[in-house]
């Protein structure tokens, strides 16, 4: 089983819709959660952490279930600008982070 | 200020040939990263070097890939004899602990 384990899409869903991901890990005692942002032949960018109680950065909404080991992100109002792959992150306990493969947002016009 | 800088951004060489790619942190970052891109795939963790410490290489896929980092700054990454199974996007990222890490552009490497 893979430490991080991402749906790998495509989500192909109209601008203006709510869409969300998923993102199960496999270490109960990992601490850190992060999604990065990657677009095509591009570097990695950090969009968020993810906190326990859960954090909203405008239309991006990040949760943390430790007891399903599942972190969520939710993205509301979809914009053309939004496509991309979306690759969640976990600190599993190694000495550097583990990224899942990512899953791919098409939103379409 | 200044990010992660990667050079060179292109490398196409022969198969057998040796490489060297270059990260530039950033300043103050105590960690430095390594990571490997094939096309349409997620990242393969590499090598990881945190201050003084003994890097985690335990990513390495053989070796004929190694990295240093020197005086806690610039990292060179080599691979030595060049397979073509070794053309992939090579990112460099860093931070100041098990943090958010800040990417490079990545030097993508094509071998013939």
């Known amino acids: 089983r893979k430490e991080v384990e991402q749906d790998p899409g495509p989500f192909n869903v109209p601008e203006g819709a709510t869409v969300a991901f998923n993102c199960t890990y496999s270490?109960?005692?990992?601490?850190?959660f992060f999604w990065y942002r990657q677009d095509c032949r591009k570097e990695p960018k950090l969009l968020m952490s993810?906190?326990?109680s859960g954090n909203e950065d405008g239309r991006f909404t990040a949760q943390l279930n430790r007891a399903s080991q599942y972190i969520s992100l939710l993205i509301r109002d979809s914009k053309l600008s939004d496509s991309a792959t979306y690759l969640c992150v976990v600190n599993t306990g190694r000495r550097a982070l583990t990224f899942g493969s990512g899953t791919r947002l098409q939103v379409q016009p | 200020g200044a990010g992660v800088s990667q050079s060179p951004s292109n490398k196409v060489t022969e198969k057998g040939k040796d490489v060297e790619l270059r990260c530039d942190p950033i300043s103050g970052h105590t960690a430095l990263y390594w990571y490997r891109q094939s096309l349409g795939q997620g990242l393969e963790f590499l090598i990881y070097f945190q201050g003084n410490s003994a890097p985690d290489k335990s990513g390495l896929p053989s070796d004929r890939f190694s990295a240093e980092r020197t005086g806690g700054s610039v990292s060179t990454l080599t691979i030595q004899r060049t397979q073509q199974e070794d053309s992939a996007v090579y990112l460099c990222a860093s931070s100041l602990g098990l943090v958010e890490q800040y990417f490079g552009p990545g030097t993508r490497l094509t071998v013939t």
């Open positions: 993810v906190y326990s």
């Open positions: 270490n109960s005692a990992s601490q850190s």
